[in-house]
């Protein structure tokens, strides 16, 4: 199978955190979306990575529907719990995380365009969403070792990837000192292989 994936993307680093952790091998195509070459539209209409293709040619997309598939593509490390309550809750958590991603997505889009033309109004309900995140994944972590029930699983791949995402595009947040439960978390997950694999390139 090919992984169709972003250098920077947090949301393929998700999926390529957890092809890592059940060891799952692959090919990984890192495509330039603004590349008019880039073949990406061809297995997902909407033109987003990641997208799985797998040896048939079906192509699966977005992230979360790719995390699900290879989970139950192999009984290796289960990282989304069986029990449909703690399901729901690192589902929960997933979206959470992914949720602040698209937030600090969307101020970093709209800080590129000319300054005039920049909506202030929209920047900061973007702003305060990452905020209410942060303040609600660290008041829900509060003192347990992992995001979902008491293991590692898909909830602390999530809330990883957003962390370190958002130290990648907003440096200037001082998340770590406001919330030093979620800076210990991503402490811990930076020392695992498949997080170290996985490090976006600063751009
Ligand atoms: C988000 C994918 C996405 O926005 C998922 O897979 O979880 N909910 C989806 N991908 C971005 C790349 S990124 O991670 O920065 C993307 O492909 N953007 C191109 C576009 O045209 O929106």
């Given at each position: 199978m090919k992984l169709f994936a972003g250098p920077v993307s947090p949301y393929s680093r998700k999926v390529r955190i957890v092809l890592a952790e059940k060891r799952i091998e692959y090919d990984l195509v890192l495509d330039n979306l603004a590349d008019p070459a880039t073949r990406v539209p061809e297995f997902n209409p909407l033109g987003k990575v990641p997208v799985l293709v797998l040896d048939d040619e079906t192509s699966l997309f977005d992230s979360r529907v790719i995390v699900e598939y290879l989970d139950n593509a192999s009984p290796v490390k289960r990282?989304?719990?069986d029990d449909t309550r703690q399901r729901i809750q690192a589902r929960r958590w997933e979206a959470l995380a992914d949720g602040c991603?698209?937030?600090?997505?969307a101020v970093v889009l709209e800080q590129r365009r000319p300054v005039a033309t920049q909506n202030a109004e929209w920047i900061s309900r973007q702003q305060a969403k990452v905020d209410r995140a942060l303040k609600a994944m660290s008041e829900e972590?509060?003192?347990?070792?992992?995001?979902?029930?008491?293991?590692?699983?898909?909830?602390?791949?999530?809330?990883g990837c957003a962390l370190d995402y958002l130290e990648l595009r907003m440096p200037q947040l001082n998340w770590r000192e406001l919330y030093p439960n979620l800076a210990n978390l991503l402490n811990k997950l930076a020392k695992r292989a498949s997080f170290k694999s996985t490090i976006p390139p600063k751009s």
């Amino acid at each position: 199978m090919k992984l169709f994936a972003g250098p920077v993307s947090p949301y393929s680093r998700k999926v390529r955190i957890v092809l890592a952790e059940k060891r799952i091998e692959y090919d990984l195509v890192l495509d330039n979306l603004a590349d008019p070459a880039t073949r990406v539209p061809e297995f997902n209409p909407l033109g987003k990575v990641p997208v799985l293709v797998l040896d048939d040619e079906t192509s699966l997309f977005d992230s979360r529907v790719i995390v699900e598939y290879l989970d139950n593509a192999s009984p290796v490390k289960r990282l989304i719990p069986d029990d449909t309550r703690q399901r729901i809750q690192a589902r929960r958590w997933e979206a959470l995380a992914d949720g602040c991603t698209d937030a600090v997505m969307a101020v970093v889009l709209e800080q590129r365009r000319p300054v005039a033309t920049q909506n202030a109004e929209w920047i900061s309900r973007q702003q305060a969403k990452v905020d209410r995140a942060l303040k609600a994944m660290s008041e829900e972590l509060a003192i347990r070792a992992w995001c979902a029930g008491d293991s590692y699983s898909l909830a602390d791949i999530a809330v990883g990837c957003a962390l370190d995402y958002l130290e990648l595009r907003m440096p200037q947040l001082n998340w770590r000192e406001l919330y030093p439960n979620l800076a210990n978390l991503l402490n811990k997950l930076a020392k695992r292989a498949s997080f170290k694999s996985t490090i976006p390139p600063k751009s």
